[in-house]
């Protein structure tokens, strides 16, 4: 069952988040590099960067997480996130 992961990085910039996105091969508006991930979107926010993705399953975006995103994520100084929150999907739409 699809799964909303939200995840909140207090403290962290875009400027990170973008480099972090550069060396993991993940283009803005391009197709993302895992299979597995539906939709995803970064906000700034007052106390960081917050981002939220639909995933097909959460042990997709956990393996993701642990084996790609946060190696990467330490090397340009983000540091893991102080909030995760995980809801099931009802029904989603994708862009006809």
């Not at 699809?2 to 875009?14: I, S």
């Not at 480099?19 to 995803?40: C, D, N, V, Y």
């Not at 997480?65 to 190696?71: L, M, R, T």
Request: glycine share 12%; hydrophobic share 40%.
């Amino acid at each position: 069952m699809a799964v909303v992961v939200q995840q909140k990085f207090t403290g962290a910039t875009l400027d990170q988040y973008d480099e972090a996105a550069g060396k993991l091969g993940i283009t803005a508006g391009g197709p993302h590099i895992k299979p597995g991930l539906l939709f995803h979107y970064v906000v700034a926010t007052d106390g960081g960067v917050e981002i939220t993705d639909i995933w097909t399953t959460r042990e997709g975006f956990e393996t993701f997480a642990q084996e790609e995103i946060a190696p990467v994520a330490q090397e340009v100084g983000i540091s893991p996130p102080t909030s995760v929150e995980f809801f099931e999907v009802h029904k989603y739409n994708t862009a006809g």
